[in-house]
């Protein structure tokens, strides 16, 4: 498996399931299997390079709700 670092995670109970998913919280790990290939995840480790997004982006939808009353 190729890795890309600009892809979230973003995990539901169904895709863990299926993909066999062994989570340790403990030593902060997270482990996939399918057939003979495995991939582990240090979380601790990755959560140390998050980096700080100068951006923020906000949505303000309330004044189309109030035009809409």
């Known amino acids: 498996m190729e890795e890309d670092a600009e892809v979230p995670l973003l995990l539901g109970r169904p895709f863990l399931a299926t993909g066999r998913a062994l989570i340790d919280v403990e030593i902060g790990e997270l482990?996939?299997?399918?057939?003979?290939?495995?991939?582990?995840?240090?979380?601790?480790?990755?959560?140390?390079?998050?980096?700080?997004?100068?951006?923020?982006?906000?949505?303000?939808v309330l004044e189309d709700v109030a035009k809409d009353v």
């Open 31 to 60: 482990m996939f299997r399918l057939d003979n290939e495995q991939v582990c995840f240090k979380v601790f480790e990755a959560t140390k390079f998050c980096g700080v997004v100068p951006e923020c982006f906000n949505v303000d």
